[in-house]
């Protein structure tokens, strides 16, 4: 690759009027959302446990999508997670390995049904790194949460060797990740439960909300009594096969499914889009020189929400943020003394704090727990300075494919200059 003047350096920006933004979801709203949440509201029906019940219906095309027997709406992607733990047995006294670069609730969710979050490294996957998982197990571990940043699946097939090894239980954190496939399943339906957050960022968005889904009719039954106390008075007929517990209120509304409903039937185009966006990108790119991609396990199951670019060294990623950032592509590393991302654990005041809602100490002080987990800030350095190299890009609906064109320019123009450095 020829080396043409950085930016930086008082050359040619390669890309000129910016890349466009924007949220996945939100950005294709259009009439039939509109529709759809009005019909609701001329109905007057705005309970879910009602005739013809958009939720309902949602969780139905959401489980023929899935190919999933077991599929339930809740309000939010935490609540969709503190169902599907409950839904697998986790409780006081167990331990829950997550990664230590994931948003907060994954944590919260662990804390919230009474466990203990254990903190484990991601690798270049930016997911849990198998090796270190294997070494956070104690005996007191109960369950992992796989958590698939960005629309990135992570290792999952070692993942769930390790776990079928010592008889964990895998709960599918696909918050970031709806619509994302591992050799052919879609994500969530491999380990003993999935969630999906319908918030405002996701890939598609109900304003708030989220679901849970699985093949086994027990975790199903459980997550649905978490989610609702009353619960087998809403729904008599159903044949429960074990004994209601009560627990919170997550019952989503019927705008919200009328909401999801269509964003649903719109993630294919969603995700061709940003498939479409990412190949371009990877196939513009030439023979890295001081940088490595992001690993990815199955590349055809990848969202293409998201890349990432792994520099060589700290003190070089920042000088590659800041060349990129000159030829118009925004970028900054995602561990940095500025603003870094807060879904790295170091940031997780209230877990590392063990902050407790009530003076017991809850749930790390409950007499159940045995364990002795100690965090510290430091307490995974490689997540530190994986995300300390790492420069993040994302693929959204409003882009076209001569952005993605441009995005892998401005790396190949800054790469060809700065790498061999
Ligand atoms: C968004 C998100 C959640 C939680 O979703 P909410 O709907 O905001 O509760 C959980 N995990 C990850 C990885 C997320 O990105």
């Not at 960005?150 to 970031?176: F, M, S, T, W, Y």
């Amino acid at each position: 690759m020829s080396k043409e003047k950085l930016a930086i350096d008082g050359g040619t920006p390669v890309i000129s009027g910016g890349i466009p933004g924007g949220m996945h979801g939100p950005s294709v709203i259009d009439q039939q959302e509109i529709d759809a949440v009005t019909e609701v509201l001329k109905s007057r029906k705005l309970f879910r446990f009602c005739e013809d019940s958009q939720v309902a219906a949602f969780e139905k095309e959401a489980a023929e999508l899935l190919g999933v027997k077991h599929t339930l709406m809740v309000n939010s992607g935490t609540s969709a997670l503190i169902c599907a733990l409950t839904g697998v047995g986790v409780g006081p006294g167990d331990e829950v390995i997550v990664p230590g670069y994931t948003y907060i609730s994954t944590a919260a969710a662990v804390v919230g049904v009474g466990a203990v979050p254990v903190i484990a490294e991601i690798d270049e996957s930016l997911g849990l790194d198998p090796v270190d998982v294997e070494k956070k197990i104690t005996p007191y571990t109960k369950a992992m949460i796989l958590v698939y940043m960005q629309g990135v699946p992570g290792r999952i097939d070692a993942l769930v060797e390790i776990a079928r090894k010592h008889n964990l239980k895998i709960v599918e954190d696909c918050c970031q990740c709806i619509g994302g496939r591992y050799r052919g399943r879609f994500v969530g339906t491999i380990g003993n439960a999935g969630a999906w957050s319908l918030n405002y960022y996701k890939v598609i968005t109900a304003g708030e909300g989220g679901l849970v889904f699985t093949d086994e009719y027990e975790v199903y039954e459980r997550s649905a009594f978490a989610s609702d106390p009353a619960m087998p008075m809403w729904i008599r007929d159903a044949g429960w096969e074990s004994e209601p517990f009560s627990r919170q209120c997550y019952r989503p509304s019927e705008m919200m499914g009328a909401m999801a409903r269509i964003q649903l039937s719109k993630m294919p185009d969603i995700l061709g889009h940003t498939r479409k966006l990412k190949r371009t990108f990877l196939n513009e790119l030439v023979e890295p020189k001081g940088y490595r991609l992001q690993h990815v396990d199955d590349p055809d199951g990848d969202c293409g929400i998201s890349a990432a670019i792994i520099v060589n060294d700290r003190e070089l990623a920042q000088r590659y943020a800041q060349a990129l950032k000159a030829e118009g592509l925004g970028a900054g590393t995602a561990y940095n003394d500025g603003f870094p991302d807060r879904h790295i654990y170091c940031y997780w005041d209230s877990i590392l704090d063990k902050n407790s809602p009530h003076p017991s100490g809850y749930p790390w002080k409950d007499p159940a727990y045995k364990g002795n987990v100690e965090y510290t800030r430091d307490m995974c350095p490689r997540t530190l300075a994986i995300l300390g190299r790492a420069l993040r890009f994302g693929f959204n609906v409003n882009m076209n494919e001569e952005h993605a064109h441009r995005m892998a320019a401005a790396i190949n123009k800054v790469d060809a200059v700065l790498g061999g450095s």
